[in-house]
Each structure stands twice: as structure tokens, then as C-alpha cells.
């Protein structure tokens, strides 16, 4: 066997246990997890290319729920040289693959603590850092509408002015969540969506779908304006549910 094969075979292998581990803590919990499987490349890649907008020049990002890695890999792969990186992950064994990444991953040989692994609640995380692109993974449609607002303002704050934010939402999940779910969890959802909704109207760049990923997702890019000071969070509307 020849080296590039027995590489390969080992990126295979380990694409595999991580997809495994993903499928465990799915079935552990899966409101937190979101999800059945990790981002597809063609996912991560649109997630992460406004890493690339900016040249050579050092950028601060954060990513928050990492999960296994999908994401975090096309981003240290995509980040300039003397750009850092805040991976934030609630879940403690995600944490620990995460650092695991970070620690043998082979464009970080020697220059690891430009990318810090939190094991810590995005609500929570305080670098006291702003950052030119905000990549996140998080499982909106799973949270409370109130969750979404902090969270998506704690997004625009921490944000440069002109700084992008990236995420995520799977096609198809308030149907799936009408057929399988109960009236109130529906409503949840649906408010959540107008939460989301009203961001996306202030502050949406761009939207796009992509097939490739199981299962198919859109990306939305939003962007913090330039001279306009950050968002207070959206009062709740009458009849949202918490
Ligand atoms: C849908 S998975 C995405 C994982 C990875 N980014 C990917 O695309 O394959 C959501 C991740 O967010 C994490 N998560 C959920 N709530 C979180 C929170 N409040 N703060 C930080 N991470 C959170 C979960 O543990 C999980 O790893």
C-alpha cells in the first residue's frame, strides 16, 4: 500500500467514527445536537467563504456549535495566516474532538493557540474580542423564539460593523414539525421562523440553497451595517412562544 493510500484510507476511517459520534449524540439529545449527521463540504464551504473575502489579511472569527468538525475544518483551512479562532460547543465530547482537531490538525503544526476550543454555551462565551465573520452552526428551529433574539443580537454586537455572520437552516422542517409534532411545538417553530424572518429582512446579503447536504439546507449570510450602532434585541411580538 502505497502512502497516500493508507492517508486516505485514514481520513476515510476517521470521517466515519465522526459521523458515528455525530449519530450517538443525535440519539443522546437530540433538540441540542439538531441534527443526524455533520455539514457536507459543499455546506461548510458556503458557510465559511466570507473567510476568504478579506485577502491576507488577519481576521477574528468565532464559530459556535462545531459539533465534530465539518465546519471548523474548511474553516482552518481557508483562514489566512495570524487570523484566530473562537470555537464555541456545548456538548463536552464534541469539545474534546474539537480540540483534538485543533491540536493535530497539520496548518496549525506550531501556531495551535491561534485557535481556542470553548466548552461553553454561546450565551454565555466572552472573549471580549468582536470579530470580522461569525460562522454558526447552531439548531435554531430547536430553541425558543427568546433564545433565537439573544443569541441572533449577541450575533450583531459582536460583529465589526461590515463584519458577515453565516448560518444555517435544513428546508422542510416546519412541515416535518406540523406532521410529527404537537400544535404547540409547531407554533414554537413558526415563531421562531419570524424571529429569523426579522433579521433576515434588516440585515440579509444573501441566501442559498444547497442540495448537497443531508438534508438540503439554505445559507443565509447576514452583515452588521456600517455606522449604525448594534441591534437591541427584537421585543418578543404578542403570541410568541417561549
Ligand atoms: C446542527 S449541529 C452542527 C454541527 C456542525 N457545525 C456541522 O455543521 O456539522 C449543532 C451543534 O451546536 C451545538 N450547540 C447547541 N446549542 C448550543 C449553544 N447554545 N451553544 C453552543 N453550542 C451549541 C450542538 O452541541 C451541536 O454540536
Not at 40 to 64: F, I, M, W, Y
Not at 164 to 187: I, M
Amino acid at each position: 500500500m502505497d502512502d497516500w493510500t493508507t492517508s486516505h484510507d485514514r481520513v476515510l476511517a476517521q470521517r466515519n467514527a465522526e459521523g458515528w459520534m455525530f449519530f450517538f449524540e443525535a440519539a443522546r439529545d437530540l433538540r441540542t445536537t439538531g441534527a443526524v449527521a455533520p455539514s457536507s463540504k459543499k455546506l461548510a464551504r458556503l458557510l465559511t467563504d466570507p473567510v476568504q473575502e478579506h485577502g491576507t489579511r488577519p481576521l477574528n472569527v468565532l464559530e459556535a456549535g462545531a459539533g465534530t468538525g465539518s465546519v471548523t475544518r474548511a474553516l482552518i483551512s481557508r483562514l489566512s495566516p495570524a487570523s484566530r479562532l473562537d470555537i464555541v460547543e456545548a456538548n463536552a465530547r464534541f469539545a474534546s474532538q474539537l480540540r483534538r482537531l485543533v491540536r493535530t490538525h497539520s496548518r496549525l503544526a506550531g501556531e495551535g493557540e491561534r485557535v481556542r476550543v470553548h466548552h461553553a454555551l454561546i450565551e454565555q462565551l466572552d472573549t471580549g474580542r468582536p470579530y470580522d465573520v461569525i460562522v454558526s452552526g447552531l439548531p435554531f428551529t430547536n430553541f425558543t423564539p427568546a433564545q433565537v433574539d439573544t443569541i441572533m443580537n449577541r450575533y450583531m454586537e459582536l460583529l465589526h460593523p461590515g463584519g458577515a455572520l453565516t448560518y444555517f437552516a435544513y428546508r422542510g422542517t416546519r412541515y416535518a414539525r406540523v406532521l410529527t409534532a404537537s400544535r404547540a411545538e409547531a407554533r414554537r417553530h413558526r415563531s421562531v421562523e419570524h424571529v429569523l424572518a426579522d433579521y433576515q429582512r434588516r440585515y440579509a446579503t444573501g441566501c442559498w440553497t444547497v442540495w448537497g447536504n443531508l438534508p438540503p439546507a439554505n445559507v443565509w449570510q447576514l452583515r452588521r451595517p456600517v455606522g449604525v450602532p448594534a441591534p437591541a434585541a427584537l421585543g418578543l411580538t404578542a403570541g410568541a412562544t417561549r
